[in-house]
Structure formats: structure tokens, C-alpha cells
């Protein structure tokens, strides 16, 4: 009898024990338990490509294009007055990506390389073709910017020291017109009827000048029947046009300023075009014109623009080009 008693009690026990670990979680366990409720889910950032454009004297390059390309599509951004470049919203994957620095004049700079969330990398960019030099003290420097114009050849260079010039340029090699500053070097258009700068050329790059005083009906800028050209880092203004885009194909206007005009004029459209595909307007300043930019047959992207005191900011007057599909993108404008 007593034996009996004694082996009942050990079966009892041992049922106990088993049914521990199945019914109570063990710290541990609690503690995961605790985490996988509480802990957010993990987000990506993008990534990022910056650096500094320079020449092989390591002075600044301003106004390359810069682009990293990936899956048939791509980033860019422009270097500013220091060199410097930010390209942002680069997809992250386990492969290179090609990045390349153009501008006109120089050759042009590709690498491939892993990009993550705080990439760097510095471009060099050397010289091609001539340069040719307007004002300043060069024993052999031009007084006026459009008798240098009309001795370059495509993929040279015409750089204009600062000073006040009252020309009307038009512009048909494939060249760089870069002007030393846009606040001490200035092309003044002398209130005449035709157009101040008219380029014709295709692959052009202007940029680093103030450019103003052109009669109404008339365009501070005008690209026509052109292709592969930039406008940047310029002040417009006192005309009834800023910048007009006729039949232009790949044409930047990227970083430029259109102000109050100061005189009792007032601009009419900062940035007009007209009939053009697979072009970019790019944080430009538009300030106190009655229109911003007005589109007619334009197939491009319109991006990170700051618009105010107009009547109309961005009016589309006709749409779809024949035979191309519609294509704006329109965003991060103010």
C-alpha cells in the first residue's frame, strides 16, 4: 500500500514539470515577444552621389552636368560657383552604376562605380579645343564678344572678363560663352528690336552673365532649331520674353535668375517654349513677370522652380506634340 502511494506521487510530479516550458514563456521568449511588437520597420534611404568639379589646377567648374544612369533612366544635377555637385534619390542595389561630368569644352568624365547612402566622388575635367578671351588685359584679347564668336570652332571656348558690353551675339559653332560673373559681367541689349543672344548652334553652353534691355516683342535668350544646349547660372531680365525655346530638342535652362525688372517695363513671359521635346527647366528664380512659363507643344520636365508675384506661374496653352506622347513631369515647384 505504501509503495503504491509513492509511485503515484512521482507520476504526478513529473506531469507538472513537462507542462512547464509548453504553458509559460521564458524570459527570453517575452522579451523577442516584447520587440517584434514594438520595433518599426526599417526604411532605405536612398542614394546620394556628391563631390567637386574641377580643372587640373584644382579650380572650380561651374555649371557641369552631372548624371548617374541606371535601369534606362537616370539623376543629375549641376556643379555650382564652387565646384560643388548633389545628386540625391539614386535607387540603392548590389551593382555599379555609370556617372558621368560633361560640360561643353571639356572632355567629357565617366566612371562606374557602387553607389550607397553618402557617396563621394571628385570629377577632373580637361580642356578641349581653344579659348578665346574677351576684355580683361590679354595682349591679344578680343573688345568685343561676338568678333570671338565668329573665330571659334565647334568644342572651343570664348570667356569674357567683366565689363559692360552692348552687343547683340548670335551664336551658330558648338562653343562654351561663359562669363566670369553674373553680377560684374553684363551684355546689355540697348533697348533694340531683335533678340539680345540668338543661338543656332547646336551643343552650346552660356552661363555666368547678366543680360538684359531688349525691346517688347523681342526675347532676352532664343534658342532656335537647336539641340544639346544650356542656359545657366545667368540674370535675366527687361524684355517682353526671358527665354524663348523654338523647335529646341534637350535644352536645359538650370539655376538661373529672372528678377523685377527695374524700369517702369514689365516682363511678359520669364521662360517661353515653343514646339520642343526632351527639354528641363531646373531651379530657376522667377520673380514679378506676368507669366512664369508657358508651354506649347512642349514635351519636358519642370522641377524645383521657385515662382512668385506672377499672374500665372506655369499655363500650358496646347498640348501632345504630334506623333509623341504627352510628357511633363511638374514637381517640387514653389
Known sequence: MKRTI?????????????????????????????Y???????????????????????????????????????QESYSDASGFYHITNIPLCNCTKNATCSKQGYNTASVSLPIWETTTYDFVLTLKGQWFYVGGAGPNNYTKIQDAIDNTSDGDTVYVFPGSYREHLVINTSIQLQGANPLSTIVDGQNASND???????????????IFNCSMGSSVVRFNHTRNCTLYGTKIHTGEYGVTIQNG????????????????????????LLDCVYCTISQNNISSWVGGILLSYAYLRITKNTITHTQRGITDMMNALPGVNTYFIIDENR
Open 196 to 210: 539680345i543672344i540668338t543661338c543656332i548652334g547646336t551643343d552650346v553652353f552660356i552661363g555666368g552673365f547678366t
Open 6 to 34: 509513492k509511485v503515484v506521487g512521482i507520476i504526478i510530479v513529473l506531469i507538472g514539470l513537462t507542462g512547464v516550458p509548453s504553458s509559460v514563456p521564458t524570459f527570453a521568449q517575452q522579451q523577442n515577444a516584447t
Open 249 to 272: 530638342q534637350n535644352i536645359n535652362i538650370v539655376n538661373n535668375t529672372f528678377p523685377k525688372t527695374p524700369s517702369t517695363k514689365t516682363g511678359y513671359v520669364a521662360i517661353r
Open 36 to 74: 517584434q511588437r514594438n520595433a518599426a520597420p526599417l526604411q532605405e534611404e536612398p542614394g546620394t552621389l556628391s563631390g567637386f568639379v574641377r580643372d587640373p589646377l584644382m579650380n572650380p567648374i561651374i555649371g557641369a552636368t552631372l548624371r548617374v544612369s541606371y535601369h534606362e533612366t537616370y
